[in-house]
């Protein structure tokens, strides 16, 4: 390991020893759902946001409130609604009679941590109104541009059933989500230490705060120094053009399985991903496992599978798992 190397290293080490803490407190809360925990970390590190689909009654709520507790961060639950509006969310100009004028009445988008609930159940107007918030951290009310705080992370949910009165995020507004994130049911020892923990009337379970705003914008600035090879970077190069081209790497009978591949969006969130996921290791450099590590919540939401596909019974997971096996690994 070079000179280079090793310095950053130590700096990831000495830095990140606060992911440990996080972790920790959060653990007094949550029990099991690391793997979300995880992400979500990530997405505050790398500056992006989380798309997660489970059923309900998995703590996708808790977590992130717990999060934002952990964070001494300000936190706001969106519950997304066919009647809701743009200026629910964003906020409006509010007449003043006396005074003859507007004054601006800022919405729950004004948060550190957002999580909208439910986002397929809002309209098109509502979904574009949150996700040009997230892609231009900031919003216009009237004549004024506001921007958001900074950390800015929204973890929106889809439910998998009781898909009566959604409305499906198209395909580009998906694409702006750095992760998508599939959580599952407790395992049976975790469901238990559930019961154990949280089955009382009235006990309220709240996270100190281990950490502040400020740590975690210092941290981006070291995920941004975290070393990353030549070659790993033509590895996600290729993990990408796999997608696009699955011929070229020996994979021709994922070509009819795929209707639109991987985006350039893709390249640039899974090398952040990977660098924050190393950071997370306390590592100073990225590994080919970090990479496969993450590439699935990357890529999941962006490789849009064929009617073929779906007639074979074939997830964009399936194909995504099939492209890690087959690429070379440097």
Known sequence: MSTGITLINEKVKKESVFIQNLHSEISKIIVGQ???ITRL??????NGHILVEGVPGLAKTLSIKTLSQAINTKFQRIQFTPDLLPADLIGTLVYNPKEGSFSTKKGPIFANII??????????KVQSALLEAMQERQVTIGDSTYALDDPFLVMATQNPIEQEGTYPL?????DRFMLKVNITYPSMNEEYQILKRMSFTGK?????????????????????????????????????FATRNPEKYKLESLKSLIQYPASPRATIYLTLASK???????????????VKSIGLD??????IISYEAEAEEMTSDDIIKRIFEEVEVP
């Open 170 to 174: 198209p395909e580009a507004q998906v």
């Open 298 to 303: 990357v890529l999941r939401h962006r490789v």
């Open 41 to 46: 970390m990530i997405g505050l590190l790398a």
């Open 276 to 290: 924050a996921y190393a950071f997370i290791q306390a590592r100073g450099y990225v590994t080919p496992q970090d």
């Open 115 to 124: 999580l909208a609930d439910e986002i397929n159940r809002a309209p098109a």
């Open 34 to 36: 690391d793997y979300l």
């Open 204 to 240: 309220k379970n709240q996270a100190d705060p281990v950490i502040s705003p400020k740590d975690i914008i210092k941290a981006r600035g070291v995920v941004d120094e975290i070393y990353m090879d030549e070659k790993l970077e033509k590895y996600i190069l290729d993990i990408i």
